[in-house]
């Protein structure tokens, strides 16, 4: 064990912060915009396929051990579930719901881990700390999507709403699963692995639904191009490098504060860059959501020592 490696730059450290917080932030905007004219599961497949590609053998030429028949069957359900079930949530549901709201819900993911993991798999109860973030967390979606008479105007789409908490929730059984699903050690490989299942997944999906019937690539406009490169480059690539990075240079506590972050970027952004209306309602909702999901990352990273 090296015992004298030094430890990153403060300034690496916050460039990296920056990245996942801002980045992807900004990937439920894109989204928007890349489903304008691009097909959303085929883009989204696309999307993670083409980045898993770049990941994989860049994890390979590396150095990183080369998977075996089991880490792919982990990585299959982990992908499908991360990215097929809770990424094809949201590029579904954001042809109808704005992106903002669309981040709010899948900040839900936090509280969802947590009652699965009480329920399924440990049946330890949460601490009173917890609870009261469960609660918070209810209320903030409660206030979001509940009945037009108690939240008032601009009511979000139900169908909208019901398929992204699906997607969060799925995304928190997967989050679960692989904390003791057998994968490889390279953490770059394994979320190669995964992106590139779910991804040919979900390219799976939209070809059984039809989205490529009738489809032109002189149809799709430059923004929605624009953003599927970026999507791709920085959401998936720069993104996920960086906070797999950070996971080895700070703390998980730490490096998980994108999930209370990210939605507060991806509704100034929905705002400003899209003319999403930022009622007081969301604005409300969004600060009660934040503040639970806080609440329950603090007090697991108490719990867990980091």
């Known amino acids: 064990m090296n015992l004298t490696a030094p430890r990153p730059s403060r300034i690496k450290i916050i460039i990296a912060f920056a990245s996942v917080y801002l980045i992807w932030g900004s990937t439920y905007l894109a989204i928007r915009f890349a489903i304008e004219t691009l097909p959303p599961f085929l883009m989204a497949g696309f999307r993670f396929a083409i980045a898993g590609a770049v990941l994989y053998a860049a994890a390979r030429l590396a150095g990183a051990e080369r998977p075996t028949r089991l880490h792919w069957a982990s990585t299959t359900v982990i992908g499908g579930l991360l990215i097929a079930g809770g990424n094809g949530a949201v590029v579904w549901a954001e042809q109808w719901v704005p992106s903002g709201l669309a981040s709010l819900l899948v900040a839900t993911v936090p509280i969802w881990m947590v009652l699965l993991d009480w329920v399924w798999r440990s049946g330890r109860r949460p601490t009173s700390w917890v609870m009261a973030g469960l609660g918070m967390g209810m209320a903030g979606l409660a206030l979001l999507i509940g009945p037009e008479g108690l939240s008032g105007d601009g009511r979000i789409d139900p169908m909208g709403a019901a398929v992204l908490l699906s997607g969060s929730m799925a995304w928190a059984v ?133």
Do not use: C, H
């Not at 953003?227 to 906070?243: D, E, H, P, Q």
């Not at 600060?287 to 007090?299: E, G, K, L, N």
């Open 174 to 306: 997967g989050s679960l699963y692989s904390l003791r699903a057998p994968l490889p050690g390279s953490r770059i490989l394994a979320t190669a692995m995964e992106m590139l299942m779910g991804g040919g997944l979900m390219v799976l999906a939209g070809w059984l639904m039809g989205e490529g019937t009738g489809f032109q690539l002189g149809a799709v406009s430059l923004r929605s191009a624009v953003s599927f490169v970026y999507l791709i480059i920085f959401g998936s690539l720069v993104g996920f490098t960086a906070y797999i990075w950070l996971l080895n240079a700070t703390t998980p506590a730490r490096a998980s504060t994108y999930a209370y972050v990210n939605p507060v970027v991806a509704v100034f952004l929905g705002w400003l860059l899209a003319g999403e209306p930022l009622s007081m309602r969301t604005v409300l909702a969004a600060a009660v959501i934040v503040a639970a999901v806080a609440v329950i990352t603090t007090d697991r990273a108490r719990r867990n020592g980091t």
